[in-house]
């Protein structure tokens, strides 16, 4: 059954299909697993390292590429037909563009304190791999709807990974999630201190690098031949 | 001398890659023989240092808050700043293919090393980066912004031309296969990171 689902995306025209049906729920839940833009189809590593010394940023950050990337996908799929093939890159680049504008004005209106954090990163969800790969790989060969389930799985796939680096790092490097205090005083006073290499841009690198470690001796078919 | 200092902060304290992870995709999928290294590096110090000055004179002169004055005074309040993603990824796009168009009409030979690097630049975080920056930290001159740009330029070629040179070393090593490939080369560059972080002492 996978194999008729990937190789011919439009080949079940015209037969009405539920929403959820079992292949868009797969779109939803691959990328979180065992595509996972991150780990296994490298892309959009730029911005995943530099936004997650603390959580709320990159919660922050995840859900703007969820929805940069599943209402680009959306569009771009809608007019899929009409695009010239030269010039897709640059309509692509415009499509993400004007998505990205609305939700920089959007953090600078809602969430001002966050947007300063993330500072030039919201406006690099434009050259994020993960935007334009999937618009090249999915949304110009799929219907307008499981193009938007797919951006909105890989989106998520890349919220998982940015939310699993900023746990680790923002618990090791300041002892708090969220802001929230989770390693007690008493702690402190019994001589433990928090691990301020973490909080360096090198230690997300090598976060990453280790949960591809675990994420691959679990899944022994994402190994890479010598 | 100042732009002695820029140069030297842009290249190693600031350095995109290490600093600022600009650029990663590529750095990462390019990085496998030194060969292809060294053009794609090429082809971003070039892209970068012609990109910036010209995404700087838009800002100067079109985006920023009151920059349409000179045009008339009915324009003194006009303020496109939130145009600028818009407007700094079409200079950057269109730049793109003219260099490639240029190079390849009047130096084919250096258009045959960079060959299909050129056009994988327009979606190279680190130039968008470069220019995103100079906007951010709003420097002063013309000069200033070329200097920055062509610094992070240099910068990004170290790295990639460094990580490569370890990943042909890589392969004769012994390493546990899950961690092959990818997850090395992450460790790898995070420890590099380490390594220029001795630079951030330095005050300029």
Redesign the interface.
């Known amino acids: 059954m996978s194999n008729e689902i990937s190789t011919a995306p439009e080949k079940v025209k015209g037969i009405k299909e539920p929403l959820f049906s079992p292949k868009n729920k797969r779109l939803l839940y691959d990328p979180l697993n065992n595509s996972n833009p991150i780990?296994v189809q490298?892309?959009?590593?730029?911005?995943?390292?530099?936004v997650t010394v603390k959580m709320q940023p990159s919660i922050v950050m995840a859900l703007a590429v969820v929805v940069v990337t599943a209402f680009s996908s959306l569009i771009i799929s809608i007019i899929r037909n009409i695009i010239p093939n030269r010039i897709r890159?640059?309509v692509q680049?415009?499509v993400v563009?004007?998505m990205?504008?609305l939700v920089?004005?959007f953090l600078k209106a809602f969430v001002y304190d966050v947007s300063k954090q993330l500072?030039?990163f919201v406006?690099?969800i434009?050259?994020?791999?993960i935007v334009?790969g999937r618009l090249e790989a999915f949304a110009m060969a799929n219907k307008p709807w499981p193009s938007f389930i797919d951006g909105i799985g890989n989106g998520l796939g890349y919220g998982v990974i940015l939310v699993i680096v900023s746990i680790i790092r923002e618990l090791l490097g300041s002892g708090e999630l969220m802001g929230f205090r989770i390693i007690p005083e008493i702690a402190y006073e019994m001589g433990y201190f928090d691990n301020g290499l973490v909080i360096?841009?090198?230690?997300?690198?090598?976060v990453?690098?280790?949960i591809?470690?675990v994420q691959?001796?679990r899944n022994?078919k994402?190994?890479?031949a010598? | 001398m100042e732009h002695v200092n820029l140069f030297i902060k842009a290249v190693f304290v600031e350095n995109m890659i290490f600093a600022y992870f600009l650029g990663m995709c590529s750095y990462l999928a390019i990085s496998k023989t030194v060969k292809s290294a060294v053009g794609l590096g090429m082809a971003v110090i070039f892209v970068l240092s012609v990109s910036v000055p010209i995404c700087y004179l838009l800002e100067k002169f079109v985006l920023k808050a009151g920059a349409l004055a000179w045009l008339s005074t009915d324009f003194a309040t006009v303020d496109l700043s939130f145009l600028s993603f818009i407007m700094f990824i079409a200079t950057i796009a269109s730049i793109v293919q003219l260099v490639e168009m240029v190079v390849e009409k009047f130096a084919p030979a250096l258009y045959a090393t960079l060959g299909i690097f050129l056009p994988l630049i327009a979606v190279n975080c680190s130039i968008l980066g470069g220019a995103l920056f100079m906007q951010e930290r709003e420097y002063a001159t013309l000069g200033e912004a070329t200097v920055f740009a062509f610094g992070s330029g240099v910068g990004w070629f170290l790295a990639i031309v460094a990580l490569s040179a370890i990943r042909e070393k890589l392969r004769y090593s012994n390493i546990p296969d899950p961690l092959r490939g990818l997850g090395i080369t992450f460790i790898v560059t995070g420890l590099m990171a380490i390594g220029f972080m001795s630079f951030m002492g330095i005050k300029l």
């Open positions: 780990t490298v892309l959009g590593i730029c911005s995943a390292l530099a890159i640059i680049l415009a563009a004007a990205v504008i920089d004005q500072s030039v406006g690099l434009i050259t994020n791999c334009m360096m841009p090198p230690m997300a690198l090598i990453v690098g280790i591809i470690w691959r001796s022994k994402l190994i890479e010598k």
